[in-house]
Structures are given as structure tokens and as C-alpha cells.
């Protein structure tokens, strides 16, 4: 059995019958059939329809969508419908609607209108998340639910009065009394000192930069009232079905929602990904967010939406080239997703998402969108067996929400350059090209069982983050600008690194952010030379620390801008490569890629369970060497392989599992 009670792997997308005539659907679930699709997202923008009015509900059609489904045998991934309230409830409850930094309350007509505070807003969902759970407890069709929809993609934040008094009971909580608010925002700089709660608000547009501690606590503040909106949900959910599995599909790597939170909720992790197939490092991007899907809560995921070609909300849309998006759902499945999902299955007729491409196009079966959707779904059948497995990753990269909200606050730090998502690509990259399987990890997190822990960037970092690291017995690497601050974003005493000074045996006595385009030159032991853009760091290493690489050139020439004590080190630039770093790092922790060593550019290669992904991203053929001694059969083809080697088409994948020895079979 599956994440949820579909076995196998699963295949589908986003169903919206409520947008055709009811003689279209009987097309829908025999197309659907012959794709393979058992599994479906129903009624996610669905309110309207379901509750037309206050508590008067019209189930009768959604009944027969989901017999009609059942009967086809496929399953529903049924949405609580609550993505967007409906018309009747935002006119006669205004204050439901959000309200922008600017004090401008938004306008009812586009999605996700609501304020995470209103009272009135939660109220309603927990009633319809009710009415739904107990209309449809005992359906058979029912697989999984799914909460909500992509929250924060659009309201991530409500500055109304209402969220105000929610955010000042929030703060309450954190800080006990207004003194100690005062004293954790540092209210004593430009005179912002509070002499009453009710002088406390959300950091609406000022005429300047807003006090970077307010801004902390109000991200905190906005991810944990959406979370709360999730959390009101699931509790009705899990009385009326305790058995089950609940959901609300993540966005990748976003910043606005602590997902270390928000997965302890979930049952299942599900993923939203949009990678862009004109951007070169999509597959990167996609391949991290997948690995942070996985890591969330350490078990398989599913990739619950992707667009089988272009979306309908870039400036320009460009759509995947054949092949591409059987190669990216493959990714999705390398990376530890239970299943291919999509936004949607048939193509809009209207509204901003008409041009969204889908599994069945305006085109109709006679597409080569349509073959595709095919070959797919056979695809999937063929891998079923690899539901369930897992990857076991020695590499993790560290990411902390509170540091990453801290660390891109506004007009307020050396550079606004460092950017989390990047500081994590620029480690997760590399290693990716090695074939090096990677997790995620927030800070606290017990490490033990990796060892090569890199952390990008650690700029809020408190006593327990540098316990936990220098508890960490491997091989441990930080990036620039960490240990700056504590969990109320103000300096640690002595400056950075702060409470890591001692583990990495560095003091930073200046930051030196570069100009865009500026390079700095920085010389290993070794006499490697490799450029460093965008930050470097006036490093203090007089201390117990071993100097790895030095600067050269400009006012830092010769200075430390690598070190080393003991099995931490620190990294006080950003080399624009930091193979030469890496490489000996993952020597010295006995790490190599699945492939072992040389795995072609393009290609990336994955290990789940005892099957091997090899996807090649590239234009042109690639050979990969073979584990030694092992032999294999590519599970897309049935075919046994020959040992040593495989050579991947461009834009193709193999999946490889192994094949017993002789003495195995005997
Ligand atoms: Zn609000």
C-alpha cells in the first residue's frame, strides 16, 4: 500500500468537472482509464458550488462525480474545498477579504481572498470541512484529503485589524510582557519604544525600512496563522476520519511557510512544482525541492502537481519539448514521489488558467500532448514497484526558516545579494552533479546519521544550533555571514560567528560585500585559484584555526578566507565553484556519488531503494559507468543491460534494478 490507499505508484491531476457539462465527465473517466490515472484532486475551488449559500449545500453533484470516479476505479484526492470563499460569505463578512501592506483590502474575484485571522473565515471552513468529511466518511473513492490549496501563494500575509489583534496576541505568547517585546525588537533605536499593546501593529508600509525584528516576528506570526487555518481543518478531519491520510499541497522551495512545521501536520508531504523548462538550472531547482519534499518528514512524497507542459503565468510560457515532461516526472519519482500528478487533467475552457497546459489539451486526443499523457501513464505502470522505497542520503544541507527570514529582511543588511535559494543551490548544485544524494535538515535536528553536513548560510543561529553542530561528528562546513545574530535578530556579543566561534575558531571582524560583477581572487594551499563574488569576509584566524585558502589581492590580500579546526570548516566568501573544497570534503567523509566517480555533465543519477535513476538533462547521448559486478535491468524497457555501462539517450532515463546472481537465483 501506497501513501495513500492506492497502491503503487499514482498518476492523475487536478480534476474540475464543475467547470463541464455533466457529458463531458463520462469522457473524462474513460480517457482517464485508458491513461492509467488512478488517482484525481477534486473540488479544490469548489466552495461556491458546494455551499451556495450559508449552510444550504448541494452535495448532488459532487456525489455523482465522485461515484462516477469510483466506478472507474479512481481514487479522489478530495479537497475540503476551502481555497476561495465564496461570494456570498466575503459580501456579508467584508472583513474577510485581505488587506495589502498598503491598508488596501483586495477585492473579491481571483483566489485565496481570505484573512488568515478572521474568525469568521476559520469558522466557515471548519463547518464545510465538516460537512464534507461527514458526507463523505464512508465513500469509497475517498484516498486522501486534501486541505486547502497552495496556501500562501497568493495571501501570505493580512495586515487588517483583525490580524493585527491576532498578531498582538501572537506576541504575547513569544515575549510574556510588552517589556520583553521591547527588549527583543530593540525598540530603543529610532524611538519606537511601546507604552501599550494597542500601539502594536503589523509592519504596514512605513516611510522607511521597518524594524527587522518586527519583520522576523510578523513572518513568523503569517506562516503560523495560515498554519493554524490548516491545523483548525485537519483537527475536524481526523475526529470525523481518523484514518484518513490529510494533505495541503506545498509550493517547493518557499520561503513564506516554515515547512519544518507545517509537515509535522501532514500525513503525506505533497509538492506543487513549476520548474521552468527555459531555465538551464530547472532540473537543479526541481531536484532540491524534491529532496526537501523528501526530507520534510523522511518518507516518500508525492508530487501532487506540475504542468505536463507550459503554465499560464510567467511572462512567457514556454512549453516542454517532447520528452521533457516524462523526463521531469521521472525526476520527481528519483527523488522519492510516490506518484506524477498534474495541474490538470483537462484543459480549461476560461479563466486566467485556459492557456495552462493540461493532460488532455483544448485539442482533444489527437495531440501530441495526449500520446504523451499515454506513454506516460504506461511509464508509471511499469515502475510501480518502486512506491514505498527510500533514499539514504550521507550529504545534508541545512535550512533554517527563522535564519533565511532574518537573512533577506529589506534595507536593512550589508547586501541584499544573499539570497537563501541561491546560497543552497550554489552546494546543492555541485553535489547534484556528482550523483551525491542530499537532505535537508533544519539546524536542531539531530545530525548523526550524515556525515558531511554543509549549512549555505546559518545567519540566525542560537546556542542549540551550535550545540547541535558541534555535536555533530563528521565533517561539517559553513558558509559566510552565519552566527550573525540570535533567534531575536540582534548581534551576538563579540560579533560573528557568534555562538560557533569556538567550534570553527574564526572571529569575522568586517563584512566586505562585493559589487555586482566585482571578483575577488582567493588561493588554496594548494595554489588553486578560484573567484569569489558578491561577499567576502575580514576574518580573524589567529585562534585555533587552520587557514585553507587565503585572499589575494585588494585590501584582504593574504588574509584567511578558508579555515579548518578540526573537522569544521568555514567558508568567509562565496567561491563561484567550490569544488576544490567539496571534492576533499567528500573524500574525507567517504562519500561518492551512486554512480561512483565521472558522471557525465547533464546526467544526474539517483539512488532509491535498490533501484538506480539515470536521467540525462542533455542533448547528447551519455555513457554512464555501472557500479562493478552488479547487472541490471532497465525497468522502462524490461530489458536486461549489459554489465559495465549504459548509455542514456538525450532527454531519456533509465531505471535500473538490480538482477540476482546466479547464486541468488539458485
Ligand atoms: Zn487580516
Known sequence: ???????????????????????????DVRLMAEAGVNLVTVAVFSWSRIEPGPGAYEFGWLDRVLDLLHAHGIAVDLATATATPPPWLVRAHPEVRPVDAAGTRLEFGSRQGYCPSSPVFRAATVRLARAMAERYREHPALAMWHVSNEYADHTTECFCEESARDFRRWLTVRHRSLDGLNAAWGTSCWGQHYTDWAQVEPPRKAPGPVNPAQLLDWRRFSSDALLACFEAERAVLKEVTPDVPVTTNFMSVLRDLDYWAWAEGEDVVTDDAYPDPADPRAPVKAALSYDLMRSLKRQPWLLLESAPSAVSWRAVNVPKDPGVMRLHSLQALAHGSDGVMFFQWRQARYGPEKFHSAMLPHGGTGTRQWRETLALGADVRRLSEVAGSTTRAEVALLLDWDSWWGLEAPESMPTDRLRLHELLLSWYAPLHARGVAVDLAPPGRDLS???????????????????????FPGQLVVGPFSGVVDAADQVHDGGAPGP??????????????????????????????????????????????????????????????????????????????????????????????????GLPAGVEACRRGPYLFLLNHGTEPATVPLPEGDRFTDLLTGRPLPAGAVTVGPCDAVVLKPRPTPEERA
Open 1 to 27: 500500500m501506497g501513501l495513500t490507499r492506492v497502491p503503487g505508484l499514482l498518476f492523475g491531476g487536478d480534476y474540475n468537472p464543475e467547470q463541464w457539462p455533466e457529458e463531458v465527465w463520462q469522457e
Open 449 to 471: 546519521g550524515y556525515r558531511l553536513v554543509i549549512a549555505p548560510n546559518l545567519y540566525l543561529c542560537t546556542a542549540a544550533h551550535a550545540d547541535a553542530l558541534a555535536a
Open 500 to 597: 560557533l566561534g569556538e567550534l570553527l575558531g574564526v572571529r569575522v571582524e568586517e563584512w566586505r560585500p562585493l559589487p555586482d560583477g566585482v571578483a575577488q581572487e582567493v588561493v588554496t594551499a594548494d595554489g588553486t585559484v578560484l573567484s569569489a563574488r558578491t561577499w567576502t569576509e575580514w576574518l580573524d584566524a589567529s585562534g585555533a584555526a587552520e587557514v585553507l585558502a587565503r585572499y589575494r589581492g585588494g585590501p584582504l590580500d593574504g588574509r584567511p578566507a578558508v579555515t579548518r579546526r578540526g573537522s569544521a570548516t568555514y567558508l568567509s566568501c562565496l567561491p563561484e565553484d567550490p569544488a576544490p573544497f567539496l571534492d576533499e570534503l567528500l573524500a574525507t567523509a567517504g562519500i561518492t556519488g551512486v554512480t561512483g566517480p
